[in-house]
């Protein structure tokens, strides 16, 4: 378990008897969610370990097509097994803070909510104040109450064994039991270049990669799904660890 020198990619393990998945950011690409979620059932009903948890990393909306589709399944699949775990992403929340003030210059507005609107059937409309606030009374209306209710209740960290799992990262130094929800989900340059070890080993993602970082200090499972095609995750049991990737068929 982890020390005061903290605790490195090699040591860092799941509690026993238990298989823990994660994966990285969504981002309203449901084909691939659903793909990569039936390989991970599969694989557990196959093995049939003596516990199990999957947990996502966040970012389930905005950029791809299927944003409405993804909150659907994973809204569903947290109600029926609380050992599938769904954290908060930057922008789950902002579209959250979106439908609570709608605003031109928002995270939801300015960087991939227009798909997620459409995923709704809702076109945003940008060409007047006017239209922009009708545009999203109808997205709010288009909303069912059971997407709300699951991104209002996303967690925003969980830690198992020597194993801690957030969207963005943490702040170094800070204990993790005090870090902040702001730094959980938005963090960047101090956690990412940061060389030391941590108490346990940070699984996030947030920052985007073309391929998974897997380092001394952290794992990032963030490979730009909605632009790549990739679907990252990673299986964790014992002090093992392996990659698991779904992709899109050629031409995504």
């Known amino acids: 378990m982890a020390t005061e020198r903290g605790i490195g990619l090699a040591e860092a393990a799941a509690p026993d008897g238990m298989r823990i998945y994660a994966v990285g950011d969504v981002h309203g690409c449901y084909d691939l969610l659903a793909r990569m979620h ?26 791809g097509p299927q944003s409405r589709q993804v909150l659907e399944f994973l809204s569903s699949a947290v109600e029926s097994d609380p050992r599938v775990i769904a954290l908060a992403g930057n922008h789950d929340r902002g579209m959250l803070s979106f439908l609570r003030m709608p605003r031109r210059d928002s995270i939801f507005a300015g960087y991939g909510g227009d798909a997620t609107a459409r995923s709704y059937g809702v076109e ?80 996030h993602g947030h920052t985007p990669h073309s391929a998974p970082q897997v380092l001394t200090n952290r794992v990032n499972l ?31």
């Open 38 to 63: 039936e390989q991970i059932v599969n694989e557990v009903e196959r093995d049939r370990p003596d516990d199990w948890r999957v947990i996502y990393l966040g970012d389930y909306v905005d950029r």
């Open 124 to 203: 945003l409309a940008y060409e007047s104040h006017e239209a922009f606030v009708a545009s999203a009374a109808r997205l709010a209306e288009a909303i069912p109450e059971k997407h709300r209710r699951f991104l209002k209740g996303l967690g925003w960290s969980a830690s198992f064994g020597d194993l801690f799992f957030c969207h963005a990262g943490i702040r170094p130094g800070v204990p993790l039991d005090r870090q902040s929800r702001e730094d959980l989900i938005w963090i960047r340059d101090e956690f990412l270049e940061y060389p030391g070890l941590h108490p346990k080993l940070i699984v």
């Open 222 to 252: 963030d490979t730009g799904a909605f632009r790549t095609g990739i679907l990252s995750g990673m299986k964790f049991e014992g002090a093992g660890k392996a990659l698991v990737q779904i992709s899109a068929p050629e031409g995504f």
